[in-house]
């Protein structure tokens, strides 16, 4: 059964890379762009993993997880971010519970390598 992956990132471009190279692997990528777009994707996509940026319209990453950790708690979350306080997202996102946080600019081909990680 192919796996469900949602991406929840407002950069186009980001967005787009991320969806490209997933659905080379073969994924089911579920691409939203803004947090309220993403609560409702958590909601009914019922995703494998989640790829979340945290600084996005309407609702951060942040809330996302809170929102998909009480959804669906064993779902994976990886938190893509370039803010540059760091370290106290990363600490929170990860007491949250988050799987994996890559700082952008990143590798795609790295991201793919650690999604194959997480689903395997």
């Given amino acids: 059964m192919t796996k469900k992956i949602l991406i929840i990132e407002d950069d186009l471009l980001i967005s787009s890379l991320v ?3 997933l659905k080379k692997d073969g994924y089911d990528t579920h691409l939203v762009k803004d947090g309220n777009e993403g609560i409702d994707a958590i909601d009914s ?3 494998d993993l989640i790829i979340t940026d945290v600084m996005m ?3 951060s990453g942040i809330e996302l997880i809170h ?3 009480k959804f669906s708690p064993k779902t994976p979350i990886i938190v893509l971010s370039s803010l540059g306080d760091e370290e106290n ?3 929170e996102a990860f007491n949250l519970g988050v799987s994996d946080f890559i700082s952008k600019p990143f590798n795609p081909n790295e991201l793919a390598i650690r999604v194959k990680r ?3």
């Fill in 57 to 59: 319209p309407f609702r």
């Fill in 45 to 47: 996509v019922n995703p």
């Fill in 89 to 91: 997202v990363v600490l």
């Fill in 118 to 120: 997480i689903l395997s």
């Fill in 67 to 69: 929102h998909a950790k």
């Fill in 19 to 21: 969806q490209f190279r």
